[in-house]
């Protein structure tokens, strides 16, 4: 919980925020990417291959951002401010 104080001529006053996090999943990209289920041409399964060529890129970001998130928690556990 965030606690900040806010100072004016006559008083001080004392305004408390909650922190509110979007759950875990908020940026988790698709499971399965948006496939031609019978594909029939060449660009059908052109399509399908780029399809999970971007799927992966993006499961790629988000890992990589999970893992940025986990090493911050670590900093702030071991060296609390």
């Not at 965030?2 to 006053?13: D, K, N, P, Y």
């Not at 399809?51 to 992966?56: H, N, V």
Request: hydrophobic share 45%; aromatic share 8%.
């Amino acid at each position: 919980m965030l606690v900040l104080a806010l100072s004016g001529c006559r008083t001080v006053e004392t305004v408390r925020q909650e922190l509110v996090l979007p759950p875990m999943d908020a940026f988790r990209p698709p499971m399965v990417p948006d496939l031609i289920a019978e594909p029939q041409t060449d660009a059908d399964l052109m399509h399908n291959g780029v399809q999970f060529e971007f799927l992966l890129y993006d499961w790629q970001d988000y890992a990589e951002a999970l893992e940025s998130y986990i090493q911050a928690i670590r900093d702030v556990a071991k060296d609390p401010p």
